[in-house]
Each structure stands twice: as C-alpha cells, then as structure tokens.
C-alpha cells in the first residue's frame, strides 16, 4: 500500500501487537535490519588511544570496536578463529599490543592478525591473516564510529547522511553544529523494558507532549499543540518568548555553539537516523541517544549531551542543561514501558490507530515491513 494514499484519512493503522512481542519477529528485525545497516556503535573519542577498544551488541553479534598503533579505527567481531571463545568481556578496556583469547591464548594484534598461540611454530600451514580476527566495516560520522554486518554495505551516504537530509532539507545544515569535535558533558544509560520500535515511535511524535512533558513544553511551546518538529521537513520548534535556554527551567544555558547562525538559533530540531539513532540540536548543545536492541522487550539506550569542549574542561555546571532532556527520557520510557504489556493482549491484536499528527510514524512502519517483506505473520494484519 503506497503510504502517501493513507495520509488523508483520520486514523490509519499502526502495526499488528504482536510484532512487539514475537521473538521470532525480533529475530527477523535482527537479521534484515540491525545486522543490515549502518549502527552507531561507540563514541570515537571513547577510544583514545591504541589499543583502546569497546564492545557493542548489534543483532546478534558482539562486535569490538578499537584503534591501531597508527589510530585508525578498526572493528571485529568479537570472536575467537580457534573455538569460538568471546575475546573480550567486558564492556570497555584496554589492549597494550593485541588481544588474547582467555581459552587457548590465540594471539592477535590490532589489526585483527593471528600473532600467537601455543605450539603455532609448529603449525606453519596456518595462514596467520586468514585465521585472524573478522573485520567489520567501519566509518566516523559526528563523533561516532558506525559499524556494518552486511556482506555488501548500503550507501552510507544515503541511509546515514541521507536521514540528515531527509528532516534538515539539507545535509549541511548540521555542519553548523560541529558535533564531531564537541566534547561528552555527560552520559546516561537507560534500560528500558520496551521494544525499541516503541521507543523510536514514541520520539517520532508529539501528540504526548502536553500530557506527560510539562517540563519540555514549557521551553518549546508549540509541542503543546502535538505536533513533532520532525512532522515538518527543515522545522525546528521555537523556544518560548520568555525561555533563555533549552534547560529544566528555561534558565541561560552553556555557551552557544559558534557554528549555529541566526536561523537556527532558539530552535530544537530532531532527526531519527534509521534504525536506532536519534539526533537533537539545541544552540548551544547536541544530545545523542544509541539504541541497543537486546530482545524483543528490552532496549539499552545510551544517551550522550554533547558541549563545546572548553565548556566541558572548565567543569561547568550543566545539570540544568542535562536535566531536561533526562526527564524528557524518562517520561518516554515509562510510556513505552507501559505500552509493551498491551503489545501482546488479544485487545490489541489489529494493533492501535494514529491520527493526523502522527500519520508520518506510519511511514515508519511502511518502511518495517518492507524489511521484513515475507514474513507471513508481520504482513498479515496490514
């Protein structure tokens, strides 16, 4: 069904329930999205130095994310070439010259090649690159290091920068911002008991900002009347007459980023970058949320406020800045926590409806089911 044909009624459907709770679902949005495209997986100035590395869970896959002697990223699956054994653990640490696996002590240095491993001079048949460690395909973009598990990679230029494009009208327009070299001003993770299309949803819209964000809709007051900034291509919603900064009580906020012009300026804008990233530029900050779907009711958000970095090192106090935006998320989540039960009562088996100011989360689930194109029971009740 063409999307743009629904527009015009009142209500048009959102997806069937079950697509919310179905394991085997999740594990097709596994397989067709999460491992298909390009994840924002870690923060580059979180790996500082050779050797540095982080992990992140993509689909069903454990990658680790690090940097060469020369500090150039590089990424692998979290696997070690003899018996399988997951090389590293932990969420983050340090590697001083390569990596070990805790099992049998095959070597590898961080270009991912097999240096090492009990009796190898023994075995020298064994090529040492192709029995190292699997790389993944990587690339920075606004500070971030995004990862892809695909055989053949989609354009990185039309499903990253595209979505930039897509809301902001142009790429550009977010250069102003300078988000790769801001600095973290400080950084929260969520986990929320939700499935992560509830959550992007849920970001999509605005039609809950008068109920459950007083707090937001006192900065930007036009999301009273519910409708999202990211219903309208290049709009940003206005800070209130009254409002001096985007902070918990409108107070002035931090230094204003240079980059922002007078068109921009007073103005929040919102971009969701398919499938788990959302992107919010304030003038004189950046928030960025990384979601990391684990199972079909449970989403890991890691959320990131970005500041000039002379702001961060001078140690200004920037609870008022973060604050908003916290409770912002938390507000959101004990929504989508409070849906994900219904997502699988005989009630809402056809699923809900959307109205007018929401119509565009209909493209969203379009653009899931196309994904999932030959799934019999996603594809059954639209």
Same mark, same amino acid.
């Given at each position: ?23 085997? !679902?999740?594990? #097709? %949005?596994?397989?067709?999205?999460? *491992?298909?495209?390009?994840?924002? &997986? ?5 790996? @500082? ?97 995004? !990862?892809?598990? #695909? %055989?053949?990679?989609?354009?990185? *230029?039309?499903?990253?920068?595209? &979505? ?5 009208? @142009? ?212």
């Amino acid at each position: 069904m063409n999307p743009l044909a629904r527009i015009s009624e009142s209500l048009i459907p959102t997806l069937p329930g079950h697509t919310y709770v179905d394991p085997a !679902v999740f594990a #097709a %949005e596994q397989d067709r999205i999460l *491992e298909q495209m390009w994840f924002c &997986a870690v923060r580059a100035d979180d790996l @500082d130095k050779p050797g540095a590395w982080r992990t992140a869970q993509i689909g069903r896959e454990s990658v680790v994310i690090t940097r060469n002697r020369k500090m150039e990223l590089r990424a692998y699956y979290n696997i070690c070439r003899h018996r399988g054994v997951k090389l590293c653990m932990e969420d983050a640490g340090q590697a001083n010259r390569a990596f070990q696996c805790p099992y049998h002590a095959w070597t590898y240095d961080l270009d991912g090649k097999l240096i090492a491993a009990p009796n190898l001079t023994k075995m020298p048949d064994i090529d040492r690159k192709t029995y190292g460690l699997v790389d993944v395909p990587v690339r920075e973009y606004l500070g971030y290091v995004w !990862v892809c598990l #695909a %055989e053949e990679p989609p354009s990185f *230029e039309e499903d990253v920068v595209g &979505a930039i494009e897509e809301r902001l009208g @142009d790429a550009h327009a977010i250069d102003g911002y300078d988000v790769e070299h801001l600095s973290l001003g400080r950084r929260i993770v969520y986990d929320v008991k939700a499935n992560w299309k509830l959550i992007i949803e849920n970001f999509m819209e605005c039609y809950h900002c008068a109920t459950i964000h007083p707090e937001l809709t006192e900065v930007l007051p036009e999301f009273a009347d519910g409708l999202a900034a990211q219903y309208f291509v290049g709009h940003g919603a206005e800070f209130g007459g009254d409002v001096q900064g985007f902070t918990i009580d409108g107070s002035a906020g931090v230094d204003k980023l240079p980059g922002v012009d007078d068109d921009h300026d007073r103005r929040y804008y919102a971009v969701t970058i398919k499938p788990t990233v959302f992107v919010n530029l304030v003038p004189d900050h950046v928030i960025i949320h990384r979601m990391f779907p684990l199972a079909v009711d449970r989403t890991v958000v890691e959320c990131d406020w970005l500041y000039l970095p002379s702001v961060v090192e001078s140690g200004r106090d920037l609870d008022a800045s973060v604050e908003l935006f916290h409770r912002v998320n938390q507000q959101d989540f004990d929504a989508c926590e409070r849906c994900q039960p219904a997502m699988g009562s005989r009630i809402y088996a056809d699923g809900g409806v959307l109205v007018p100011s929401e119509h565009h989360i209909g493209l969203f689930h379009d653009w899931v089911l196309e994904r999932l194109a030959g799934l019999e029971q996603t594809t059954g009740s639209r």
